[in-house]
């Protein structure tokens, strides 16, 4: 499976943006799916990820980014409101087959796309 990312860009404080992900094989319909992003000089973290049909969130993004998916399309979306300059980052998508408690760690995912930039300026 390979995964396509997209939708970064140069925001300002408040804005809106729509981060996309599409996959190269229809089992992707198959798998956990998940957002993290990587900011310089830090770790890649967890964003958010949707398993069995239940959408998970950092708290950090809770209640202001939102994670869809639409298999049809093999496509899952991550849409970002309220962007402070803390959410500037690299966006990373996944997926894979991690248990529900290593949901939030990198290493259950086997297939990465390849880095949207998102930076929201103050």
């Known amino acids: 499976v390979q995964l396509q990312a997209s939708g970064g860009g140069l925001v300002q404080v408040g804005d809106s943006l729509r981060l996309s992900c599409r996959a190269s094989?229809?089992?992707?319909?198959?798998?956990?799916v998940g957002w993290f992003r990587q900011a310089p000089g830090k770790e890649r973290e967890f964003v958010g990820g949707?398993?069995?049909?239940?959408?998970y969130y950092d708290d950090s993004v809770l209640g202001r980014f939102t994670i869809s998916r639409d298999n049809a399309k093999n496509t899952f979306y991550l849409q970002m409101n309220s962007l402070k300059p803390e959410d500037t980052a690299v966006y990373y998508c996944?997926?894979?087959?991690?248990?529900?408690?290593?949901?939030?760690?990198?290493?259950?995912?086997?297939?990465w796309g390849q880095g949207t930039l998102v930076t929201v300026s103050s």
């Open positions: 996944g997926a894979g087959r991690p248990i529900l408690s290593e949901l939030r760690n990198p290493s259950g995912y086997y297939y």
């Open positions: 094989e229809g089992t992707f319909s198959s798998y956990t």
């Open positions: 949707v398993k069995n049909g239940r959408t």
